[in-house]
Structures are given as C-alpha cells and as structure tokens.
Nanobody, 125 residues
Framework: QVHLVESGGGSVQTGGSLRLTCTAS????????MGWFRQAPGKEREPVAA????????YASGAVAGRFTISQDNTKDTVYLQMNNLEPEDTAMYYC??????????????????WGRGLQVTVSS
C-alpha cells in the first residue's frame, strides 16, 4: 500500500510562486507515475502534472504548461511541483496521486492507486 504525504501550499497573490512537495512510502511498483490533480469548488478534479518515477519523463496539462514544473529527488520517493506565475484560476485543492501515467493523460482520476489528503492553494488578484 502506498502512503502519500503532502506539504506546501498556502495563499499568494497573482504572479506569485509556491512549491508543493509529496513524499511517498510503501509499495513502489504502484508508484509508476506520481503527480498532482486539483479540484476547484464546483468543478471536477483535473490533472495538473505527473512524472514517471522510473524514467523521469513528465506531463503537464495545457492550463499549467510553461508555469508549473514537476520534478523528483534522487530517491524517487519525493516529487515537487514548482508553481510560478500563479493565477486566480489556479485556486484549488491540490492532491498528490500515484498510479499509471494514463490517469493524467486520459483525465481518469478513478484509475489512480493512491491519493494524498490534499492541500489548499489560494491565489488572490
């Protein structure tokens, strides 16, 4: 069983930056990809970014590409989401997740193997 613990988040003004961290423990085979989904009030949960823990390849949604960068540490147990040039539209709960890469590319949150508890990110104008 995979356990995901998130840290970071908070409140910033438009144009500001934040970094989210997610540390995983447990069965590594289910952590083929690690990354983030987000959910704003009244909206569906949507993919943000993911990284292949084995190969280091990354995915970023069109809404955040060029502003958000996902990376991992050498142990491959921790991933980081560096969020720059934040916009009010980025305000949401951000959830760390682990599972197959297609969960992000097909927007299929139900296929993920593990979730963190979520972090609030608020961007004010």
């Amino acid at each position: 069983q995979v356990h995901l613990v998130e840290s970071g988040g908070g409140s910033v003004q438009t144009g500001g930056s934040l970094r989210l961290t997610c540390t995983a423990s447990g069965y590594s085979a289910t952590r083929r990809y690690m990354g983030w989904f987000r959910q704003a009030p009244g909206k569906e949960r949507e993919p943000v970014a993911a990284i292949s823990t084995g190969y280091g390849s990354t995915y970023a949604s069109g809404a955040v590409a060029g502003r958000f960068t996902i990376s991992q540490d050498n142990t491959k147990d921790t991933v980081y989401l560096q969020m720059n040039n934040l916009e009010p539209e980025d305000t949401a709960m951000y959830y760390c997740a682990a599972g197959p890469g297609t969960s992000w590319t097909t927007r299929d949150a139900n296929s993920l193997d593990a979730w963190g508890r979520g972090l609030q990110v608020t961007v004010s104008s």
